[in-house]
């Protein structure tokens, strides 16, 4: 044996295995955070960070591996004025000026170091300092003391939102026992945390812990509260900026927070903010700032101060054992960007789903329904490579599509015919699918529903409002809708995982305040903005500039909402686009990229920022159009990935390396359920059944719109020759009052001034009533003790005499001209007691009329009756409802908006318009729970997770599989009627043909060989061939590839 050659084979194995890798990176430059340091006061202190950045672009933290030195260039002694720790935290010593060096191997930095204020007192600050460490000890949380009932009688404003009752709660309740000036050794909030007296919460509280030394040090000062000349937190600064990335093995990074004063001061606060993370998964961070990746993926750390929040989001990268990037196919930026952060974590995407996959996937995203056999048939023979992208454009264009997408919006919107009632939630479902349908850019769409005003059964978009009585409520609506805002948590506090104050709570709601609802009719009034609880301070509305929040304040009747919408649609908004292309996303690939998909901020972050990002501005620069969304998502790799993952992408659940598999929603599955048994029949059927019903409107349309100037010229003729007409209707109130007697007396408008229909009354303001008429009996819901006023004019070709039969729950005055004419505390039902007669003169001839109510039930009625021998003079508009009459008396000075209301009323008057619109409603698609208007309320879309839309959270849709779904299925009514139908839809088919057939209806594909074996000895070998299709249906719609979409 060659001993020489072994001895120097051994000495090369060891010189390798001591030299560094080949390829490792060099460090090429050093930098310390802050650049400079000013420290100007003796407990003064901040935190360094010093960082390296290496050969291969990584920037890595060397705070703990660097060699600090002090001098050079100023007087003094450095580490005589400052002292510093190899974990880089400075303090303050003696004042005057250095120089502080940072170095590792031939590498350097230097920052100047000025110390000042240390001969000085400097007390803890209570608001600043204590309230801080007792917030950073999880003390004010709400499952703690900031509980609203507090916890073992002691109760703290929830993280230090209240300082007044916290300094009451610390220093004079419990006994005095809490806070001890003369041995603040002894004060409970000291003990208890650190156990050295019982305490529920455990031990949370340490002597080298930071919050000691400052509540212990707080106490021995006197517990005392701040000066009035305390400078207030404007905000603060995290330093190594929102986004990081750490490369394994270094996988620490040390965090800065400074906070920033309105005197222009700076203060180091690193170890008294409070540190949550996202995924304690992934990283973790100590006390002082310090975070330690766990392992790979995504985390935030949110950082809070005080009332001041800011997060950064830390990516964990390692390499993974064998992992190699594959070749894969890129359709646009959407896979650019997935692919960029997958490559970065070693993902590997999942290949591209088959055809068969692909077309099932597609129309239960895009229309909610199965494919039909034939469409299924002659996609999948179809051999051109543009094929996907075509039936993506299709089906775009498709009222199957228009349908199942306004329901999703809908239920946001909460489209509930229990609350919408009178025909509203079909009229709002018909508008929002004809939007859809007609690509209604988003922006436009928010803004129509958002300012709508008028009633709601003539104007649809109104509804969204007319569904939301409260304001809070709809404020709290419409920040989740369209900013993916929870905010209720900012109604009683600031907001505690997000920047969200009560201030802007309230300057929102300023927004909705002012809004009246009078039955269907929705108005505005001028409210003066809600004012925050807190402080009592009226708060302008949102989004309002400056010179029309004064206007706003002084009474003018300016529309909050119209200033808000500007706002929320605007391209520079950091809300609008970014939920809502979130919500298109989500909705297609099964997760959001920022999940739950309506709960953005800054303690959630998006799992992509660049995609999510991209995904908006595209968004915006297609104005906003969804269909182009739809479009771009659906022809990307990603879409079209398999469900089926790979050992380097099955633990990914975030990151879109595969399609996710998804329980078809309520709606999907009992639709899909009816097509695979034969009840439903396929909806190109419906759709061309219901286009030739369309042809058919259209020509009636064209016919009528042709007359329709004629029929309002024979109208106004006939008005010019009847004695009196008609006119509108307005409403003021109900106004409550103390008593019948008030209610009776009190009168809140001058009556006998002509009626100013511009001014308001106790923040009210007077509402068009568009389907009041005479001889109409007119209800409040208001069941209190009150009054109301009611205006109508009556314009009077040449004198009348008329008589008044009143009918009213309890009492009634009428004014004509200025004049009372009747007056009654109490009508009774006695023909002389309830008629008036009285002459009408040339002209407009005004009526204030004032119901009267003692509690309960509240309504009236007036009927005008004509005295004069020639009665029929005065019926010539009979037929002519109020308000129909003032609009074509208005002819070319009617708005728009009027102009439809008038031509939708000409169109029910002939009749044949709503008979052809029934039947395109009833033409069998209201059968397709996907393309109602509405829910269809039963026990299988109830177990399934339809929602009662009662909120605007996504989370009201459930999808979480439960016991009673599976009775649902196994022996529930709708499943068991559905399937004994089956049989007689089916029974002509060959066994071959049946199996191929209910395969292609059920799951968009053929049987396999092995499939159409065992079906045909199934049905072979049972008894009854129609029970054996029956049990054959059953067992496919029980499947997972059935109840699932891949």
């Given at each position: 044996m060659n001993y020489k050659y072994s001895i120097l084979t051994f000495f090369v194995i060891l010189l390798l295995a001591a030299a560094p890798p080949a390829m490792a990176a060099d460090l090429e430059t050093l930098s310390i955070y802050p650049d400079k340091l000013n420290l100007n006061s003796k407990r003064a202190k901040a935190q360094l960070i010093v960082l390296g950045e290496y050969s291969d672009g990584v920037v890595r933290d060397l705070t703990r591996e660097v060699k600090y030195f002090a001098g050079g260039g100023f007087s003094g002694g450095a580490f005589e004025i400052f002292?510093?720790?190899?974990?880089?935290?400075?303090?303050?010593?003696?004042?005057?000026?250095?120089?502080?060096?940072?170095?590792?191997?031939?590498?350097?930095?230097?920052?100047?170091?000025?110390?000042?204020?240390?001969?000085?007192?400097?007390?803890?600050?209570?608001?600043?300092?204590?309230?801080?460490?007792?917030?950073?000890?999880?003390?004010?949380?709400?499952?703690?003391?900031?509980?609203?009932?507090?916890?073992?009688?002691?109760?703290?404003?929830?993280?230090?939102?209240?300082?007044?009752?916290?300094?009451?709660?610390?220093?004079?309740?419990?006994?005095?026992r809490r806070t001890n000036v003369f041995e603040p050794e002894q004060s409970l909030i000291l003990k208890k945390p650190m156990l050295r007296v019982p305490h529920v919460g455990g031990k949370k509280l340490r002597k080298t812990d930071v919050a000691y030394t400052i509540l212990r040090d707080w106490i021995h000062e006197g517990c005392n509260d701040d000066p009035v000349t305390e400078p207030i937190c404007v905000n603060i600064e995290v330093f190594p900026g929102e986004n990081r990335i750490l490369f394994a093995p270094f996988h620490e990074q040390q965090l800065s927070v400074r906070a920033h004063f309105?005197?222009?001061?700076?203060?180091?606060?690193?170890?008294?903010?409070?540190?949550?993370?996202?995924?304690?998964?992934?990283?973790?961070?100590?006390?002082?700032?310090?975070?330690?990746?766990?392992?790979?993926?995504?985390?935030?750390?949110?950082?809070?101060?005080?009332?001041?929040?800011?997060?950064?989001h830390f990516t964990i990268c390692e390499d993974v054992e064998g992992f190699k990037w594959p070749e894969v196919e890129e359709n646009s930026f959407v896979d650019s960007l997935v692919n960029k952060r997958l490559q970065l974590l070693q993902y590997a995407p999942s290949a591209t789903c088959s055809d068969e996959v692909f077309i099932r996937r597609l129309y239960l995203d895009l229309t909610g329904l199965l494919p039909s056999?034939?469409?299924?048939?002659?996609?999948?023979?179809?051999?051109?490579?543009?094929?996907?992208?075509?039936?993506?454009?299709?089906?775009?264009?498709?009222?199957?599509?228009?349908?199942?997408?306004?329901?999703?919006?809908?239920?946001?919107?909460?489209?509930?015919?229990?609350?919408?009632?009178?025909?509203r939630a079909e009229l709002f479902s018909e508008w929002l699918t004809n939007a859809v349908f007609a690509n209604m850019p988003f922006d436009e769409l928010a803004e129509k529903v958002l300012t709508a005003r008028g009633d709601s059964r003539f104007v649809p978009e109104a509804n969204y409002i007319a569904a939301i009585n409260d304001p809070k409520d709809l404020t709290e609506s419409t920040a989740q809708v369209f900013m993916g805002s929870r905010i209720q948590c900012a109604k009683c506090h600031n907001h505690p995982f997000e920047n969200w104050t009560q201030n802007d709570y309230y300057s929102i709601g300023s927004v909705f305040v002012g809004i009246n609802h009078v039955g269907p009719s929705i108005g505005i009034s001028s409210?003066?903005?809600?004012?925050?609880?807190?402080?009592?301070?009226?708060?302008?509305?949102?989004?309002?500039?400056?010179?029309?929040?004064?206007?706003?304040?002084?009474?003018?009747?300016?529309?909050?909402?119209?200033?808000?919408?500007?706002?929320?649609?605007?391209?520079?908004?950091?809300?609008?686009?970014?939920?809502?292309?979130?919500?298109?996303?989500?909705?297609?690939?099964?997760?959001g990229i920022v999940e739950p998909i309506d709960d953005f901020?800054?303690?959630?972050?998006?799992?992509?920022?660049?995609?999510?990002?991209?995904?908006?501005?595209?968004?915006?620069?297609?104005?906003?159009?969804?269909?182009?969304?739809?479009?771009?998502?659906?022809?990307?790799?990603?879409?079209?990935?398999?469900?089926?993952?790979?050992?380097?992408?099955?633990?990914?659940?975030?990151?879109?390396s595969h399609a996710t598999a998804r329980l078809l929603t309520a709606e999907q599955l009992q639709d899909a359920i009816g097509y695979t048994t034969g009840v439903l029949q396929p909806i190109e059927q419906i759709d061309q059944v219901i286009a030739s019903t369309r042809d058919e409107l259209q020509l009636v349309q064209k016919e009528l719109d042709s007359a329709f100037n004629e029929w309002q010229q024979e109208y106004r003729r006939r008005f010019d020759e009847a004695a009196f007409v008609h006119g509108r209707w307005w409403l003021i109130g109900p106004f409550k009052a103390g008593s019948h007697e008030e209610a009776q007396m009190k009168e809140l408008i001058d009556e006998s001034e002509p009626v100013d229909l511009t001014q308001e009354i106790e923040g009210k303001k007077w509402l068009l009533q568009t389907d009041w008429e005479n001889n109409r009996t007119n209800t409040f819901t208001d069941k209190n003790i009150g009054a109301a006023y009611s205006y109508h004019e009556v314009m009077v070709n040449r004198p009348c005499k008329i008589r008044i039969t009143c009918t009213a729950d309890d009492g009634l005055r009428i004014i004509h001209n200025g004049k009372r004419i009747y007056d009654k505390n109490q009508i009774i039902d006695v023909i002389e007691e309830r008629i008036v007669e009285f002459s009408m003169g040339v002209g407009t001839n005004r009526f204030l009329i004032k119901p009267i109510n003692k509690g309960g039930a509240f309504h009236f009625t007036v009927n005008f009756t004509y005295l004069e021998d020639n009665e029929g003079d005065a019926n010539l508009v009979s037929d002519i409802p109020d308000y129909h009459a003032h609009l074509i008396r208005l002819g070319d000075k009617r708005t728009n908006s009027e102009t439809n209301i008038l031509r939708e009323y000409y169109y029910t008057r002939d009749g044949r318009i709503p008979v052809l619109r029934n039947r395109i409603r009833q033409g069998g698609r209201n059968d397709y729970s996907t393309q109602r208007p509405y829910p269809q309320r039963s026990d299988f879309l109830k177990a399934f997770g339809q929602p009662e839309r009662m909120s605007a959270c996504v989370c009201e849709r459930t999808d979480e599989p439960t016991l009673e779904q599976a009775l649902q299925l196994l022996n529930g009514r709708h499943v068991h009627d559905q399937v004994n139908a089956s049989a007689e839809k089916h029974r002509e088919l060959t066994d071959i043909e049946l199996t191929e057939h209910l395969?292609?209806?059920?799951?968009?594909?053929?049987?396999?060989?092995?499939?159409?074996?065992?079906?045909?000895?199934?049905?072979?070998?049972?008894?009854?061939?129609?029970?054996?299709?029956?049990?054959?249906?059953?067992?496919?719609?029980?499947?997972?590839?059935?109840?699932?979409?891949?």
């Open positions: 002292g510093l720790t190899t974990e880089g935290l400075v303090t303050a010593s003696a004042d005057g000026k250095g120089v502080l060096t940072a170095k590792m191997g031939d590498h350097q930095a230097t920052i100047n170091v000025t110390v000042s204020g240390t001969r000085n007192p400097d007390p803890v600050r209570f608001r600043s300092e204590a309230l801080a460490v007792i917030t950073k000890q999880g003390c004010n949380a709400g499952s703690c003391h900031g509980s609203p009932e507090g916890k073992g009688g002691f109760s703290l404003s929830l993280f230090a939102f209240d300082p007044v009752l916290d300094k009451k709660s610390l220093v004079r309740s419990g006994l005095n309105d005197d222009g001061s700076i203060r180091d606060v690193t170890d008294i903010a409070t540190y949550t993370i996202s995924h304690s998964d992934v990283i973790g961070v100590t006390a002082d700032g310090l975070v330690q990746g766990k392992t790979r993926g995504q985390s935030a750390v949110t950082v809070r101060y005080m009332e001041h929040l800011q997060s950064v056999i034939n469409v299924t048939r002659k996609f999948l023979q179809d051999k051109s490579e543009t094929k996907r992208s075509d039936l993506i454009n299709k089906l775009l264009e498709s009222r199957a599509f228009a349908h199942f997408q306004s329901l999703r919006i809908a239920d946001l919107m909460r489209v509930n015919p229990k609350v919408l009632t009178d025909g409210s003066g903005g809600m004012s925050n609880p807190t402080t009592g301070k009226a708060m302008a509305p949102w989004g309002m500039e400056d010179d029309r929040v004064e206007l706003f304040k002084s009474g003018q009747e300016i529309d909050p909402r119209e200033d808000f919408s500007n706002w929320l649609t605007s391209d520079t908004n950091p809300f609008f686009a970014r939920v809502e292309v979130n919500r298109i996303w989500a909705h297609l690939l099964g997760r901020r800054s303690s959630n972050p998006a799992s992509n920022v660049d995609l999510l990002e991209a995904l908006a501005q595209d968004f915006i620069k297609s104005g906003y159009d969804r269909k182009h969304m739809y479009r771009l998502i659906c022809n990307s790799q990603t879409y079209q990935r398999t469900t089926v993952t790979t050992e380097f992408n099955e633990t990914d659940d975030s990151l879109f395969y292609l209806a059920a799951l968009s594909r053929y049987p396999t060989k092995h499939e159409q074996t065992i079906v045909a000895e199934f049905i072979t070998k049972h008894e009854n061939r129609d029970d054996a299709i029956r049990d054959l249906i059953w067992a496919l719609v029980n499947t997972a590839e059935f109840m699932f979409q891949h």
